[in-house]
């Protein structure tokens, strides 16, 4: 995983605050599921990576959702095809709603 300083924007919109650096957050995980060449070629696709402040990727990781491994199909065709998938635009958004909320839960807030 590549790792940076969190910009001044990734900071402030760090609900813990405590953020110390970013993390390169793959959309497909965990890793040891993706063991072919097709598979790890497709994982590595810029749109299926995002840079992410590093206490936003534990809390994507610690919310216990395993994205769907998508088809060997599905990967090569996106591997061929330019442009961003919808499929990888949804996966982020889930990912980051998940995340975003796991870091909002503060230990009271369960009723």
Known sequence: MSRGRCTPEQRAACPLMICVGSDTHHLAY???QYRTRIEKQWRELAFN???VPRCL???IHASGYIPEKPSRDEMLDEIW???RPM???EERLTQLALGQALLQETPGDAA
């Open 30 to 32: 965990p890793a040891n």
């Open 87 to 89: 499929r990888a635009l």
């Open 81 to 83: 095809r330019e442009g």
């Open 57 to 59: 990727h534990n809390a």
């Open 49 to 51: 990576k995002e840079q």
